[in-house]
């Protein structure tokens, strides 16, 4: 099957700049294709995945993908997607998150078999009269003003270092055709801009007629809330900042509507699994069989086998109450975003800690939930309201976990 095809079955094509030239193109060949990043953080989030999934596929299929990151890029800022000027980051942080964005491509693309470059080594050093000569004139003014990045800014205003990026992304597109033949660039839909310049820049130097350009559609979930977000903020490929049990939670929490949709864009399932997988949630969906198929493959993807285990470990736990053998870190990882208050010392009564720590609204309904057997403190149900409670201890005395009925979780801190 032309890998073109199978993108398309998965909902992974927005627009192509030559749609049957490069459906022969990779049909016939092994090529190699692009996909940068800007190293505007320490770490991808879920966003930043779905090029690079798409980048791995085509791997996965036999062509050769190059990973740019933009050291040089991101030292100016993409303006794209952006209602808003970027305040410019420091030479030290963009190296550092380079570092870092690195380190996490290797994680998703093995040790071999992809190239991996910065974008800094060839611009800067472009001098500004040869950046002025050799490429400013190749660009027309008014079809840059046009283009809807630069237009949407036209109100708000748009600095001159901003306005020149998509001539940078266009140098790097020239670039990699004529240092590693790279024929195609892939990237999100508000790459549109930026990916066309870099055809266009091309073909007016030298002519060249099989460099291509695809990108993928926004992700859009059924709700018409943002994709990615979640009430902790983004969802990071950094296990220390979103671990793996809360990265595994979030797949697992997807709407039936868009289950299958991710499955086809998030994970390397076959047409027959994945259908067999749809028909479970039409006929069953409360066992939730795609959203943990879903869960499971992306955090192997992303954490690898032992990541998945963590998450599976902690989910477990947490399900049935029994927390007492999490770590510090498993602890940490998936109480973040748990609510609850603070407790000046430990020990403390456990009525005062219900209490004080935001989890009973009277002390009155604190005694009669312990009674009842309702509350759980680290992992271990406690009925007796003199009882004295203390942090878990592979907390090193900072958190009192509590489990209020079957699910309600809060980590008190203790200050
Ligand atoms: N502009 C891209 C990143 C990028 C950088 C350099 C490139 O050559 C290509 C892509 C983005 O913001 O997502």
């Given amino acids: 099957m032309n890998i073109i095809d199978e993108l398309k079955w998965r909902g992974a094509v927005n627009q192509q700049t030559d749609e049957e030239g490069l459906y022969k193109l990779v049909g016939e060949k092994s090529i ?153 660039q892939i990237g999100g ?39 990615g977000k979640t009430a902790g903020g983004a969802v990071w490929l950094d296990p220390k900042k979103t671990s793996p049990y809360e990265f595994y939670q979030f797949w697992f929490n997807q709407d039936d509507r868009d289950v299958v949709k991710y499955l086809k864009y998030f994970t390397f399932l076959s047409h027959e699994e994945i259908d067999v997988l749809e028909k479970e949630v039409a006929e069953h969906p409360e066992h939730r069989s795609a959203q943990r198929k879903l869960a499971e493959e992306v955090t ?52 005062e800690a219900l209490v004080q720590g935001g989890v009973e609204k009277s002390k009155r309904q604190a005694r009669e939930d312990v009674k009842n057997g309702a509350i759980r403190v680290n992992g271990e149900q406690i009925r007796d309201i003199e009882a004295d409670v203390t942090a878990h201890p592979n907390t090193d005395g900072k958190f009192i976990i509590i489990r209020k009925g079957k699910k309600n979780y809060f980590s008190i801190e203790v200050k």
């Avoid at 400013?136 to 708000?156: D, P, Y």
């Avoid at 032992?306 to 109450?321: I, P």
């Fill in 32 to 184: 190699s294709l692009y996909c940068g990043i800007d190293p505007t953080g320490d770490s991808m989030h879920i966003g930043h995945l779905i090029p690079f999934m798409i980048l791995k596929r085509f791997q996965l299929a036999g062509h050769h993908p190059v990973i740019v990151i933009g050291g040089g890029t991101g030292s100016i800022g993409d303006p794209s997607g952006r209602k808003t000027e970027r305040v410019l980051q420091s030479q030290e942080t963009i190296q550092h998150n380079a570092e870092c964005l690195t380190a996490q491509m290797k994680k998703l693309f093995g040790e071999d078999g992809f190239t991996m470059v910065n974008n800094y080594d060839w611009l800067s050093k472009i001098s500004l009269l040869e950046f002025l000569r050799d490429y400013g004139k190749l660009f027309n003014i008014n079809t840059m003003l046009a283009k809807e990045v630069v237009a949407s800014r036209l109100e708000t205003g748009i600095s001159f270092t901003e306005f020149s990026y998509q001539i940078l992304q266009s140098i790097d597109f020239k670039m990699l055709y004529d240092k590693y033949n790279v024929q195609l």
């Fill in 300 to 351: 192997r993807f992303v954490h690898g086998e032992e990541g998945l285990a963590q998450a599976e470990k902690v989910t477990q736990a947490l399900f049935s109450g029994n927390i007492q053998e999490l770590s510090g870190d498993e602890i940490e990882g998936a109480f973040r975003n748990t609510k609850g208050g603070e407790v000046h010392e430990a020990p403390i009564n456990i009525v």
């Fill in 189 to 227: 839909a508000d790459q549109w801009g930026n990916i066309t310049n870099g055809v266009e820049l091309l073909r007016k130097t030298e002519d060249v007629h099989d460099a291509f350009g695809l990108t993928i559609p926004l992700m859009l979930k059924a709700d018409g809330t943002k994709f």
